[in-house]
């Protein structure tokens, strides 16, 4: 059986995979708040927060809420003392023989909306090489409307983000934790064209469900992309880890508006390794964009990544140990496994992360700045975008399904 702990950030993940993350701030605070490390049961508090949970989660329909009440369900049987032990190996599954599972899921995506599914890639963990044997399948795709819809007078109507979720066992037959989100290829191109990171992701994964129609636009797009943009979203991604999971901020602007405040939080002692990977991840495909010796985008997943990184930088022998550790636990155990979730902070990892950090935030200035254009470094990383006479040429080529 596993731990009030483990059973709560499971539905957490849930929630956050239904309403997207609204709503969640509270629950994570309570989490640090209130709840020991341990396998302690919460007192009242939380009792009365679960019940809020499972009373607000039936505002979603169908497959959402029954996903969201088996969760409040099975927690509220171990506050109870109802010994309830979890079979993890039911959905336990690596990538390889999960394709028509997930081939179906994209085939009722399809069916929900109405919609073509013109690309479909895996975007989460298991894209960046540390998914769980247990993990959920992130999918982000590119979807198309029937052409009618298109030339309508209503066309301003249509939705340009549609999402589907797929828990294991508790809404569908599969076994299989599935979250799909997808763009309509209008909105799609809007956001290649701006240097949006996660659509790039999208385009570039190299886990693939199914064809794409963007082969060439993968070859045209390296040199439109704005390198200036796509550095800083990596470098938001490492502030906001630091700060939520570590209560420290890395943005000397803000650091100081918070020391104004002068409210003080006692700084947790556990993080996640996962949120260690994910910083570090970020820093050092930051450091390989501004070299610019690799052809771009850098490899996504962090094995490749980080034998580009290593074989032209010293790393510290025990920071080497821990992300072999690392990837070796996480790519073998369930993600619920005790190595996989909350463990005690790493100084050295910390000042290889943080060091390595200020050091590209120096180089390329305060992100926040208002002399960007002053800087030398950052206008080199500018970018033209792809032109709109192109992407309007291909976008008409895919909605009326001819050659572009």
């Known amino acids: ?32 708040d209130r709840m020991d490390l341990g396998d302690e049961l919460v007192d ?17 329909a169908g497959g959402a809420y029954a996903m969201v009440a088996a969760g409040v369900t099975l927690m509220q049987d171990c506050i109870d003392g109802k010994e309830r032990p979890i079979d993890i190996e039911v959905a336990r599954h690596g990538t390889e023989g999960c394709e028509d599972t997930i081939r179906d899921v994209i085939r009722e995506f399809e069916q929900v909306h109405n919609v073509e599914v013109l690309h479909a890639a895996e975007c989460g963990s298991r894209m960046f090489g540390w ?62 064209q701006d240097s949006n990171p996660t659509a790039i992701e999208c385009l570039y994964s190299p886990v693939v469900w199914k064809g794409t129609p963007f082969a060439q636009l993968r070859e045209v797009l390296p040199p439109h992309v704005s390198l200036l943009k796509y550095i800083q979203s990596r470098m938001s991604i490492v502030q906001a880890t630091a700060l939520r999971h570590l209560e420290l901020q890395l943005n000397p602007k803000r650091a100081k508006k918070s020391k104004s405040k002068g409210t003080e939080r006692q700084p947790p002692t556990h993080i996640k390794p996962k949120e260690y990977i994910i910083m570090l991840r970020s820093v050092v495909e930051i450091a390989i964009v501004l070299e610019g010796k690799t052809p771009f985008p850098p490899p996504m997943e962090i094995h490749q990544l980080w034998a580009l990184y290593t074989a032209t930088h010293e790393v510290p022998a025990d920071i080497t140990e821990w992300v072999t550790s690392f990837l070796e636990t996480k790519n073998s155990l369930s993600k619920y496994h005790p190595s996989n979730m909350l463990v005690e902070r790493s100084v050295p990892v910390e000042d290889f ?36 006479k192109y992407l309007n040429t291909l976008l008409r080529s895919i909605v009326m399904g001819t050659d572009p």
């Open 353 to 388: 992360i943080f060091t390595k950090y200020k050091d590209l935030f120096a180089d390329l200035g305060d992100c926040d700045g208002a002399d960007d254009a002053e800087n030398s470094l950052k206008s080199s990383l500018f970018r033209k975008p792809l032109p709109h």
């Open 131 to 192: 998914g769980s044997q247990d993990s959920d399948f992130d999918i982000k795709l590119v979807y198309k409307h029937p052409l009618e819809r298109y030339i309508s007078i209503k066309a301003r109507d249509l939705p340009s983000r549609l999402s589907y979720v797929c828990w294991g066992n508790l809404t569908t037959a599969t076994p299989l934790d599935i979250t799909i989100i997808g763009w309509d290829v209008h909105q799609f191109l809007e956001l290649v």
């Open 44 to 60: 009242e508090e939380g009792a009365e927060a679960l019940a809020w949970l499972g009373k607000h989660s039936q505002a979603d």
């Open 1 to 32: 059986s596993y731990s009030f702990c483990t059973l709560l950030d499971m539905h957490v993940g849930c929630l956050k995979r239904v309403w997207g993350g609204f709503g969640c701030r509270g629950i994570n605070r309570f989490m640090e």
